[in-house]
């Protein structure tokens, strides 16, 4: 144990596959610095033990059943911005990276990381770190600090023209909802979602919903 360390880093589990809470389990209880506290198959269930047991870091998953991860990031981080969060997910979709960022999640593993080296990200990212799996960091940084427009496009300097629908809809992309849980949330056909997202692509001048995401956010639009 570090030397400004005076007790273990506690770590609450949300993952929704049995084998693989078990395998997290085991290695938790492995290294005296940390410290298992926790852990349930489901996201609701998830943000209440949170916030009665207050741990330092949870690892989330991201599909989790009726709410996926990256809305539970945000409620954690809405609740207190302290606990740090990791994800740890099979997803490489540019989409959900980009959006468990926006969230605040602390850090961004795929499953099939190194057991050792998760515990180097769990110690680093309780001292403060941000960490993104190599796999997909460049990518994420790249997405992350493109220029808010396309100079070579004069569309893009228009003031984008959504539908209070549309503007539902962006904020759904921003948290990395794919088309059916878009459709349940806001109660339409999947038709009309991607209808909605092809115009949304259009207004605001972008290529993909990774983009339009991006640009949502760092132009204030939602």
């Not at 610095?33 to 991201?62: C, H, S």
């Not at 989790?64 to 809405?78: Q, Y």
Request: hydrophobic share 45%; net charge negative.
């Amino acid at each position: 144990m570090s030397p400004t360390q005076t007790s273990p880093i506690r770590v609450f589990i949300i993952e929704d596959y049995a084998l693989d809470r078990v395998g997290l389990v085991t290695l938790l209880k492995s290294d005296s610095q940390v410290a298992f506290v926790g852990e349930t198959n489901n996201a609701k269930d998830g943000i209440a033990q949170v916030k009665a047991l207050r741990p330092d870091v949870v690892l989330m998953d991201l599909g989790l059943p009726r709410m996926n991860g990256i809305e539970a990031t945000r409620r954690l981080k809405a609740f207190d911005k302290q606990i740090k969060i990791i994800i740890l997910t099979s997803h490489e979709d540019q989409t959900e990276v980009v959006a468990a960022l926006m969230a605040e999640a602390n850090a961004y593993c795929m499953k099939d990381i190194d057991t050792k080296r998760l515990l180097e990200v769990i110690k680093t990212v309780h001292e403060g770190a941000i960490w993104l799996d190599p796999a997909i960091a460049k990518v994420a940084m790249a997405l992350l600090t493109q220029p808010n427009h396309d100079a070579d496009n004069e569309s893009s300097h228009l003031e984008p023209i959504l539908s209070e629908r549309e503007i539902k809809i962006l904020h759904c992309l921003v948290e990395g909802k794919n088309n059916a849980e878009i459709a349940r949330e806001i109660f339409v056909s999947i038709h009309t979602v991607k209808a909605d997202v092809s115009h949304i692509l259009q207004e605001l001048a972008v290529h993909d919903r990774v983009q339009a995401a991006v640009k949502a956010v760092q132009e204030g639009i939602v």
